[in-house]
């Protein structure tokens, strides 16, 4: 006899949606520890901008079905949680170890090495950054005469393409410039190939994904809140 999985509600959604984009938002931080070359000498990145698109995702998927207002409250939750997150890591970093896991300690404190530059940087930047882009979708979708699925298309990608390249260029900046108040800071030179690199990586995947995820699941979602309303 199979048993059949009880359907989720508008509201079910939006909790997962926001869990999810809590989780990748915390993976983002952590991932931007590992330097990407690809296999040249002059294009830079970080394996955070190989996944900062899903919150960019989510964030277009809830600003449609639920509104500005709802999508500010997930994006502003979402830096808290990273920011108290990182800053436990942080601090478990200077908790002394047995001599026996000290390997194992190095390798953890390599993770979380970023200093309170680092992670203030990142949290000022993906606030920031999520919020303009909540802000460019409510504001396109408003002026919007006839809504479908390529006014869809433009402003999830134009939204994504403005708040990833802000996102990106003040967390660079911030936190990597050369203006010698840390210990480990890039080249402009680097820091404009990881701006740049990191935006078209994200916006061309972002853009693959608007019209077979992030269309379908937010007129689906739509559709589940649009009964439940008229019920």
């Not at 433009?154 to 939204?159: E, G």
């Not at 390249?165 to 203006?179: E, G, R, T, Y």
Request: hydrophobic residues 55%; proline residues 3%; charged residues 15%.
């Amino acid at each position: 006899m199979k048993t059949k999985l009880p359907k989720m509600s508008s509201k079910d959604y939006l909790i997962v949606l926001s869990m999810l984009y809590a989780s990748v938002s915390l993976a983002m931080n952590i991932f931007c520890m590992k330097p990407l070359s690809w296999g040249t000498s002059v294009v830079f990145s970080d394996g955070g901008q190989t996944i900062s698109w899903i919150v960019f995702l989510i964030s277009n998927v809830i600003v449609e079905v639920w509104g500005e207002r709802e999508s500010v409250k997930v994006v502003s939750f979402a830096a808290f949680t990273t920011f108290f997150l990182l800053i436990i890591g942080r601090l478990l970093v200077m908790v002394p170890v047995l001599p026996e896991y000290f390997e194992q300690n190095n390798a953890f404190s390599l993770i979380f090495s970023n200093g309170p530059r680092t992670i203030i940087s990142s949290i000022i930047a993906f606030w920031i950054g999520g919020f303009i882009n909540v802000k460019i979708i409510a504001v396109m979708k408003k002026a919007t005469k006839k809504d479908g699925r390529f006014a869809f298309f433009i402003r999830a990608s134009f939204s994504t393409l403005i708040g990833q390249l802000i996102d990106n260029a003040l967390f660079m900046i911030l936190a990597f410039a050369p203006i010698g108040i840390s210990l480990y800071e890039m080249m402009w030179k680097d820091i404009l190939s990881s701006v740049i690199i990191g935006t078209v990586i994200e916006l061309l995947i972002e853009s693959c994904m608007v019209p077979f995820v992030t269309i379908p699941l937010s007129r689906h979602i739509a559709a589940i809140k649009k009964t439940e309303e008229g019920k």
